[in-house]
């Protein structure tokens, strides 16, 4: 079955930096367009990034443009979220997810078919 897994969460200061993988198996990853999304306590789950089959179109929250670098390996079946100059703003938990699409990749939570279970990024003033 499809199993998406992220990785690399954590407790950071502002400041910080934290890389966040998300390994995907049980699918063709090079046929699916994949997204970050982080949803806080309290408030809806957004999207933060996505990136493109062939991993030349990206997109990003206006909230993490620019500190935030989502990257993709198709021969690893990999997903990496760089993200650096964190504030607590972006506390949260994050979630890979991957939406089979041939074209850019979607802003919309519900095109994407599967998701994985998040990972816990606190970040500290």
């Known amino acids: 079955q499809v199993q998406l897994v992220e990785s690399g969460g954590g407790s950071v200061q502002a400041g910080g930096s934290l890389r966040l993988s998300c390994t995907a198996s049980?699918?063709?990853?090079?046929?699916?367009?994949m997204g970050w999304f982080r949803q806080a306590p309290g408030k809806e789950r957004e999207e933060v990034s996505c990136?493109?089959?062939?991993?030349?179109?990206?997109y990003y929250a206006d909230s993490v443009k620019g500190r935030f670098t989502i990257s993709r390996d198709n021969a690893k079946n990999t997903l990496s979220l760089q993200m650096d100059s964190l504030t607590p703003e972006d506390t949260a938990t994050y979630y890979c997810?991957?939406?089979?699409?041939?074209?850019?990749?979607?802003?919309?939570?519900?095109?994407?078919?599967?998701w994985g279970q998040g990972t816990q990024v606190t970040v500290s003033s």
């Open positions: 997810a991957a939406d089979r699409t041939f074209g850019f990749c979607s802003t919309r939570a519900p095109n994407y078919e599967y």
């Open positions: 049980g699918l063709t990853f090079a046929d699916y367009a």
């Open positions: 990136i493109n089959l062939r991993g030349d179109f990206t």
